[in-house]
T-cell receptor
Framework: KQEVTQIPAALSVPEGENLVLNCSFT??????LQWFRQDPGKGLTSLLL?????REQTSGRLNASLDKSSGRSTLYIAASQPGDSATYLC?????????FGSGTRLSIRP | NAGVTQTPKFQVLKTGQSMTLQCAQD?????MSWYRQDPGMGLRLIHY???????DQGEVPNGYNVSRSTTEDFPLRLLSAAPSQTSVYFC?????????????FGEGSRLTVL
């Protein structure tokens, strides 16, 4: 059974810092891994999708990496801004099921 | 391009009532799924479908039914609502191949069961 864990559950950093969010999964037989952002009371917005054959994906200030053998993915946010404050979730697709981590609530202090 | 559309956005039910949450997508995605989101518990998969006529259970299927008669629609039915089903429900769709497997979400349906 696939289990997805995100640690820490919450993180607060000052504006301008670079930061890394972590996602770990127990079954390395995955199709892809996706990172989402969720603002309070809102739906989920897709940030990056990494296919199982890829090692990383980049979009603007965001970079996501994938290491299947160790069951880990990281989301790197460069030069953080207050507008980056949100909950970040990773989702792992194994065959036809997509399982989510419980998220990291990120707060960027001005 | 509407993407994934969920209705209703808000609903209040009494214990024992039934209702259907609607989900429609216009991207011709094979995969559709329902999640519930509760404070501190992330998103948990309720049911999913990999195509018309094919459905399967997720992590928390009890108390919910689904059907997939068309590619576009994937309704979620609560037959006898319970207070434990108070939650925010999200519908999602995506392709089945790994390179088209990006998941798209609806805006959510907030359900309160009294």
């Amino acid at each position: 059974k696939q289990e997805v864990t995100q640690i820490p559950a919450a993180l607060s950093v000052p504006e301008g810092e670079n930061l890394v969010l972590n996602c770990s999964f127990t079954d390395s037989a995955i199709y892809n891994l996706q990172w989402f952002r969720q603002d309070p009371g809102k739906g989920l917005t897709s940030l990056l999708l990494i296919q199982s054959s890829q090692r990383e994906q980049t979009s603007g200030r965001l970079n996501a990496s994938l290491d299947k053998s160790s069951g880990r993915s990281t989301l790197y946010i460069a030069a953080s801004q207050p507008g980056d404050s949100a909950t970040y979730l990773c989702a792992v697709r194994s065959a036809s099921k997509i399982i989510f981590g419980s998220g990291t609530r990120l707060s960027i202090r001005p | 391009n509407a993407g994934v559309t969920q209705t209703p956005k808000f609903q209040v039910l009494k214990t024992g009532q039934s209702m259907t949450l609607q989900c429609a997508q216009d991207m011709n995605h094979e995969y559709m799924s329902w999640y519930r989101q509760d404070p501190g518990m992330g998103l948990r998969l309720i049911h999913y479908s990999v195509g018309a006529g094919i459905t399967d259970q997720g992590e928390v299927p009890n108390g919910y039914n689904v059907s997939r008669s068309t590619t576009e629609d994937f309704p979620l039915r609560l037959l006898s609502a319970a207070p434990s089903q108070t939650s925010v429900y999200f519908c999602a769709s995506g392709g089945l191949a790994s390179n088209t497997g990006e998941l798209f979400f609806g805006e959510g349906s907030r359900l309160t069961v009294l």
